[in-house]
């Protein structure tokens, strides 16, 4: 149950932390904690692959709509400091299965505009529906945070009432004080759509009423999980995969040193009446040590402590291989080399091929990034009426201004729009048609008027026009490793000096380019075929040049030459 999800988060850091003890068993005072490599190694090979969005039309009248959409986000994310949150996130994921994001409308960013805001959520203040696979598909979801009494006052008044003693676990086992009130979130669906209950203890905050907080239809929250487990939302990590494996490693390990400490410290049997001096003996500078009576084996005898046998050494060194096995935290995937394997270009096939596991745990974190940005254009449509203002950095550092609003979101009558041959409000928003279709009976200006209609034929001329823009999303990588990087400019040489980019074999150079598969591919071959056109303008240019010159002898005449030879000929006159 959750109460059983709670104590396994709370045990998996303390594995993270290095403090974690099987059942009774207190932990080993030495250990190696292989388990906070990998989980490190994993979190870099998210981040190397950070994702970026692009947005793509369904329609080719919301072409602009999307281009807009595709600039404007990045600058919405970083503005609310998703990156981090995207770090953040991945980090609960590796250890504990599972991360949440939440994606609200936050009314007081923005100088009180109200902006997106994502948060990573823990999963020690979330309630649902415990036997779904989808947090979706909850009944309700429950949302547990404490506020500050003072802050509570002064946002709903003295706090009768409410609970100040409701149970939310810490990871370092504080105990919420009297002056933090517990307040509950509670999400519902109702007609597609989301609404939202706030209350502590028996008295309620807040209420939505007949009024969704969120017209997408969806909780605002979205689990990524690591590794699925079956019947539930959150999933496994590399904690839980390897903890066993990791506390043998340690056990191991404390008897390495222990042994190593009595193996490198001499110590000594001494008979007690053997008439040695003891302080004398333990002064290591002391070169005289006087004796009462004679030494031999029998008054004082030298411990002597074993080693370890190589099989035990052997055997620790099969576990840790096996917990780099099963996690994929192989040697060549942190840049170790072994087995005579030293050519650059093996090392990184072989990193490439030890990453599989990392690149199938990363894809999946994907589809989630792809909810939350459809999401956060839902959130757009709902909530953008006022303008505002962006800042779009474009190639070199230059950057322009963008002025948006969701008029075009919430769906517009497109230019031409008719219901049975007869144009209607073509270019009005949203709010613009609904004055022009359902005024008051016979208003001047209204589509009953103009056309002499009735209300409800309107109406299904309305419905009938009316469309709200649907949009596709593509993810691409923002690789930002020195590898990557150095791959790609090795590529963009190699084409470069297999002459790809000579003028007089484009077409066969786009031809294999084609076929090829890298990044940046489409890039080159579109910047290629724009430098093939203007060379082929140029030289027709050249040609009408030498033409009219050739002609030029024959007096001064007026011809007319073609300027391009593309569809209709348009024809200048050019004098002789």
């Not at 793509?56 to 400091?81: H, M, S, W, Y």
Request: net charge negative.
């Amino acid at each position: 149950d959750k109460r059983e999800l709670e104590v396994r988060i709370l045990e998996n850091e303390r594995w993270y932390e290095g403090k974690a003890k099987i059942g009774d068993i207190q932990p080993p005072k030495h250990q190696s904690n292989f388990i906070f490599s990998a989980i490190t190694n994993k979190h870099a090979d998210a981040m190397d692959n950070y994702p970026q969005i692009n947005v793509l039309p369904r329609e080719q009248g919301d072409e602009e709509e999307a281009k807009t959409l595709t600039e404007i986000l990045p600058v919405i994310l970083e503005r609310g400091g998703f990156k981090k949150t995207y770090s953040k996130c991945w980090w609960y994921k590796l250890k504990h299965g599972a991360a949440v994001y939440g994606v609200f409308w936050n009314p007081a960013l923005e100088g009180g505009k109200g902006d997106i805001e994502i948060r990573s959520i823990d999963f020690l203040n979330l309630a649902w529906q415990y036997e779904v696979e989808d947090i979706q598909d909850s009944k309700y979801v429950f949302y547990t945070y404490y506020m500050d009494r003072d802050a509570f006052i002064s946002r709903y008044g003295e706090p009768e009432g409410v609970s100040s003693a409701l149970e939310i676990t810490t990871y370092n086992g504080d105990t919420i004080g009297q002056d933090q009130i517990a307040v509950v979130d509670c999400y519902y669906k109702e007609d597609g759509k989301v609404k939202m209950l706030k209350f502590s203890g028996s008295r309620e905050l807040e209420s939505m009423g007949e009024s969704p907080i969120y017209d997408h239809g969806l909780y605002p929250f979205f689990v990524d999980a690591l590794y699925p487990k079956a019947g539930r939302i959150h999933g496994i990590g590399v904690v839980d995969a390897v903890k066993g494996i990791q506390n043998t490693i340690n056990l191991f390990d404390d008897i390495i040193v222990q042994n190593s400490m009595l193996v490198g410290k001499t110590r000594w049997f001494i008979k007690d009446n053997g008439g040695i001096n003891e302080e004398e003996f333990l002064n290591y500078n002391n070169p005289l040590i006087h004796a009462a009576a004679s030494v031999d084996e029998m008054t004082l005898r030298q411990i002597q402590t074993a080693g370890l046998s190589s099989q035990f050494f052997n055997h620790r060194q099969q576990k840790i291989e096996e917990l780099k096995e099963i996690i994929g935290n192989r040697d060549f995937s942190q840049g170790a080399t072994s087995g005579g394997v030293t050519a650059a270009s093996a090392i990184t096939a072989l990193q490439e091929t030890g990453n599989k596991l990392s690149r199938d745990m990363i894809s999946m974190s994907y589809e989630i990034y792809r909810d939350i940005i459809s999401c956060c254009i839902e959130l757009i449509r709902q909530f953008y009426d006022e303008t505002r203002i962006f800042r779009i950095t474009g190639e070199g550092g230059s950057y322009s201004f963008v002025a948006y609003d969701n008029r075009r979101l919430k769906g517009t009558l497109p230019e031409g729009a008719a219901y049975m041959g007869q144009e209607i409000g073509a270019g009005l928003d949203s709010g613009e048609q609904d004055a022009a279709l359902y005024p008051e009976e016979g208003a001047a200006g209204s589509v009953e008027a103009s056309m002499q209609i009735s209300p409800d034929a309107a109406g299904s001329m309305y419905a009938a026009a009316f469309r709200r823009p649907e949009f596709d999303l593509e993810l691409s990588v923002q690789r930002d490793s020195p590898y990557s990087k150095q791959s790609q400019n090795s590529t963009i040489l190699q084409l470069w000096n297999g002459g790809f980019f000579n003028p007089q074999v484009a077409d066969v150079s786009m031809i294999a380019l084609k076929q090829m598969n890298f990044d940046g591919k489409d890039e080159i071959i579109n910047s290629l075929e724009e430098y093939t056109r203007q060379q082929a303008a140029m030289a027709q240019m050249a040609q009408q040049q030498q033409m009219a010159a050739q002609q030029s002898a024959g007096g001064d005449e007026i011809v007319e030459v073609p300027l391009s030879g593309e569809g209709e000929d348009e024809l200048v006159e050019v004098p002789l």
